[in-house]
């Protein structure tokens, strides 16, 4: 089994990952692009469109990550969703070579109302629906809970490193009613998504008693930068990024591709910077 | 709007309700809940009829995320909840859709109501209408959705009949998203020492050399750095990040027809649960007395100016 290699582009547009010089570099060493705001709906933008297409015309496959949706982020992606379809009745779209990410349930409703022909996938922030991932350990919680995805046309599961080889049940799936041959694993590396808020900690401002926010309003400035954070009772680094808490795992915990089959996974998915 | 409370002992059920509890909810040792705090399995049946007797509701939270189960073990789990359905449990709280799948279309569906725990987070009316396919009765909403945000997935629940539940958010506000929260046990990271007190979201430390930066990436706004190191550390050292839930809020979803607030320490001390139902009654009568008096304008302003008085009533 061939390893599908995947860079995600995080807060980082294409036109940026140009002018910081790397793209030639990312389009050399990556066969999939997963662009799109993961965390943060403040972040959605409809250039992803044009991104993905010039994406495909370099014989790139394409991932949309999309984030968690409040009612402003559910239009917004209304909006996108439609311009994709757009793209793909005019040919400059192959929907073979695109897939989508669901953080939100409201995301997978809003893909099934536009009879979207992509793949979908479950995303990070849906991880623990499915997957116990904690103390070194990664299984499946139950059957029922692939089957309720599989239901929804969903048999990829994308998923952080944990810093070493997991403990799984993946061999125990008749005890836990599950194949192990009905879902995949992307593994993101080598930041973990260690817990995310929706009123981002960096860019929105606090909100006093007499006023009711209408949502989450900032100037992006999880685009300026991520931060490391020193906690006093925390050993390893936190670091920071809008809306959401990483930690790193720099090893890599696999020798060979079949370590990484053992675990499902057949996507690595390399983040340059949290 | 009615008041839910948690309890994890008999004892409780009385004064609470006569603090002002209308309905009651608790968790069960051996069913997989969210947070910690249980009532002893063989008090359910007493406290299925006190609460009955009481005339009020009582419900069961199933609400884990995470919830693993080999089929022995969701064998039992199904045949417990279907025993406590029978039994009289009015409402399961619910999370984890294949718990709902169990109990709603997949198997044979539960005499007992369906709430959709805050924990899967319903920050949409994308997302109410997904969920309400399971036939739930009762959406509890996450904290971290404003008022104005949830202006559609109130009227859908309205129009569909499903009743709508906030936390009260003077006694419950976790700075991050409920349920997926990794930072309050060390799963992927290890402590240095025993835990500080407070939970580890909340540094118990002088602001100060916590934050650093790790990459610049748009190098033109670098001017903005310091305010947003200085943003940081205190976010970190005081609570965490900015909270939507407020006096005003309160005010908004209660003037929207929310009909249920939900107090949910179960680790609280009979005590301390009987002063915070007795602190939702007054927030709730003060809110009714305020919009009963005055135009809805001058009710919000004159709630705000009462609740920004609260001290904190001695917690």
Not at chain 1, 152 to 168: D, F, M, Q, V, W
Not at chain 1, 182 to 202: A, D, E, G, M, Q
Not at chain 2, 38 to 46: A, K, N, W
Not at chain 2, 188 to 197: A, F, I, N
């Amino acid at each position: 089994m061939a390893i599908e290699k995947g860079i995600r582009l995080g807060t980082m547009t294409l036109a940026g990952l140009r002018k910081s010089g790397g793209l030639e570099a990312a389009l050399k060493g990556f066969q999939r692009f997963y662009i799109g705001p993961e965390f943060c709906e403040n972040l959605l933008g409809r250039g992803l469109c044009g991104e993905a297409a010039w994406l495909q015309e370099k014989g790139k496959k394409v991932c949309l990550l999309t984030p968690m949706i409040s009612e402003k982020g559910a239009g917004l992606l209304d909006a996108l969703f439609k311009d994709l379809l757009k793209l793909v009745k005019s040919g400059r779209l192959d929907p073979e070579g695109l897939e989508i990410t669901a953080n939100d349930f409201g995301a997978i409703e809003l893909a099934k109302r536009n009879r979207l022909p992509f793949k979908l996938n479950a995303g990070r922030l849906l991880r623990n629906t499915v997957f116990n991932d904690c103390e070194k350990s990664l299984t499946v919680n139950n059957g029922l809970a692939l089957d309720f995805f599989s239901e929804l046309g969903i048999n990829r599961y994308e998923l952080s490193t944990i810093g070493a080889a997991p403990r799984i049940n993946f061999n125990q799936g008749r005890r836990y009613g599950f194949d192990r041959r009905s879902f995949k694993i992307t593994l993101y590396y080598p930041y973990l998504n260690l817990t995310s808020t929706r009123t981002c900690l960096v860019g929105m401002r606090d909100v006093p008693p007499e006023e009711a926010a209408r949502g989450v309003a900032c100037s992006r400035e999880c685009l300026i930068s991520s931060f490391e954070l020193a906690h006093p009772s925390i050993n390893e680094k936190m670091l920071i990024r809008g809306n959401t808490v990483f930690l790193e795992f720099a090893e890599q915990f696999y020798t060979s591709e079949k370590d990484l089959a053992r675990i499902n996974v057949d996507r690595l998915v390399y983040a340059p910077f949290p | 709007m009615k008041i839910v409370s948690c309890f994890t002992e008999l004892k409780e059920l009385e004064p609470l309700a006569k603090a002002g509890a209308d309905e009651f909810y608790t968790a069960l040792f051996g069913l997989p809940a969210f947070s910690f705090g249980t009532l002893p399995g063989p008090d359910i049946v007493p406290a299925i009829k006190t609460v009955h007797a009481l005339g009020k509701k009582i419900a069961v939270a199933l609400n884990a995320l995470n919830a693993p189960a080999n089929n022995k073990r969701l064998r039992e789990i199904e045949l417990r909840v279907r025993e406590l359905d029978k039994l009289g449990v009015d409402a399961f709280i619910v999370a984890n859709p294949y718990l709902l799948g169990l109990f709603s279309g997949r198997g044979k569906r539960l005499r007992a109501e369906l709430h959709l725990s805050s924990v899967q987070p319903v920050f949409n009316s994308l997302s109410a209408a997904f969920f309400s396919r399971f036939g739930l009765s009762r959406i509890i909403l996450p904290n971290q959705l404003s008022p104005y945000e949830a202006r559609k997935t109130l009227a859908f629940c309205r129009a569909r009949g499903i009743e709508t539940e906030i936390f009260d958010y003077r006694f419950f506000g976790c700075a991050y998203v409920n349920g997926r929260c990794k930072l309050h046990q060390p799963g992927h990271y290890t402590l240095k020492s025993v835990m500080p007190d407070g939970d580890l979201c909340r540094i118990n430390a002088r602001a100060g050399g916590l934050v650093k930066l790790k990459t610049l990436d748009l190098p033109g706004r670098a001017g903005e750095l310091p305010a947003l190191v200085k943003r940081l550390e205190h976010r970190f050292t005081c609570g965490g990040a900015p909270r939507l839930s407020n006096a005003a809020s309160f005010f908004d979803f209660f003037a929207s027809g929310v009909q249920y607030l939900k107090y949910g320490t179960r680790h609280d001390t009979p005590e301390v649960k009987v002063k915070k139902v007795g602190e939702l009654r007054g927030i709730i009568d003060l809110a009714e007395k305020l919009t009963a008096a005055k135009p809805k304008a001058e009710a919000r302003r004159a709630f705000i100016l009462e609740l920004t008085r609260w001290n904190g009533g001695g917690f």
